[in-house]
């Protein structure tokens, strides 16, 4: 507690709060990134995630689908760009059969599948969930964890996108 008992001058000092924006790529060989460094609080900072040729951008690691986006910064934030390479959607080859597929709760189910081809499932990194090598059914259903977007490939190079809604 001060007593003030003459007319006495303060003076007050603030320095501004900065933080610190870390932006990655989860594969630098896949994609590049822009927007990290030291911002002032309140700061409006832009990241931006630019694929690599034969590459594209999936998401951001907190969710954002768009390849750039701004945020006002008044924490620190570590944020990683995620980038899978091309595979093909809806390619045309050898392999391309009249097989088709729908999204049913939390189900992908495959119709007209070509006999003796490898199924697999894979999400948008590009990580196997489910693999078969030689299909004997023309039918399946195929059970995913969550809601998602998800590359069905049938064969060597029919690659068909879902996506999963709950």
């Known amino acids: 507690m001060i007593t003030v008992t003459e007319n006495m001058v ?7 709060d900065y933080y610190i924006v ?6 630098d060989d896949l994609g590049t990134v822009t927007g990290s460094g030291e911002y002032e609080y309140g700061s409006i900072v832009t990241v931006t995630a630019t694929p690599k040729e034969g590459c594209h951008f999936v998401q951001w690691s907190n969710g954002i689908l768009d390849s750039t986006y701004s945020f006002i910064v008044d924490q620190n934030v570590d944020v990683m760009a995620v980038f899978s390479v091309n595979v093909g959607i809806d390619a045309y080859g050898e392999d391309q059969q009249d097989w088709y597929m729908y999204a049913q709760d939390l189900y992908i189910q495959l119709r007209s599948l070509p006999v003796g081809k490898s199924v697999q499932v ?3 990194l590009g990580r196997r ?3 078969k090598e030689s299909c004997v059914e023309t039918s399946m259903q195929i059970r ?5 977007v998800y590359l069905v490939v049938v064969g060597e190079s029919s690659v ?3 996506s999963i809604h709950k």
């Not at 870390?22 to 594969?27: K, M, R």
């Not at 995913?144 to 998602?148: N, Q």
């Open 10 to 16: 303060f003076i007050a000092s603030f320095e501004p």
């Open 22 to 27: 870390n932006v990655t790529s989860n594969n």
């Open 122 to 124: 894979l999400d948008m």
């Open 129 to 131: 969930l489910y693999y």
């Open 144 to 148: 995913v964890s969550t809601a998602g």
């Open 160 to 162: 068909k996108k879902i």
